[in-house]
Nanobody
C-alpha cells in the first residue's frame, strides 16, 4: 500500500505565503503525476497544480503566477509554494499521486488533507 502524508497548512494573512509538502511512502516502484487539489466548503474539489514525473507542470488559472509546484523524486515528495495568498484560497488542500507499486499495480492515492486559511 501507498500512503501520502501532507504538512504545512495553517492560518496566514492575505498576501502571505505557505509551503505545503506531501511525502509518499510504501510499496512504490515509481510515481507518475503528483497533484495538489483543494476543496472549499460547499464547493467541488478542484485541481490546483500538477507536476509529471518528467517535470512539466500545469496550474489552475486562479493560481498561476502565485503558486509553484515542484517535486523531489528521490524523496517521493511534492511541494506547493503558495505566495500572495488570498482569502479565496482558503480550503482543505489534498495531495494526490498515481503510483506504480512494487506489485506492478497502478494505485491512485490521496492524502488526508491539510487546512489552509487565509484571513483578510
Amino acid at each position: 500500500q501507498v500512503q501520502l502524508v501532507e504538512s504545512g497548512g495553517g492560518l496566514v494573512q492575505a498576501g502571505g505565503s505557505l509551503r505545503l509538502s506531501c511525502a509518499a511512502s510504501g510499496s512504490i516502484r515509481s510515481i507518475n503525476a503528483m497533484d495538489w487539489w483543494r476543496q472549499a466548503p460547499g464547493n467541488q474539489r478542484e485541481l490546483v497544480a500538477r507536476v509529471t514525473s518528467g517535470g512539466p507542470t500545469n496550474y489552475a488559472e486562479s493560481v498561476k503566477g502565485r503558486f509553484t509546484i515542484s517535486r523531489d523524486n528521490a524523496k517521493n515528495t511534492v511541494y506547493l509554494q503558495m505566495n500572495s495568498l488570498k482569502p479565496e484560497d482558503t480550503a482543505v488542500y489534498y495531495c494526490h499521486a498515481d503510483v506504480l507499486t512494487t506489485a506492478w499495480v497502478t494505485q491512485t492515492s490521496w492524502g488526508q488533507g491539510t487546512q489552509v486559511t487565509v484571513s483578510s
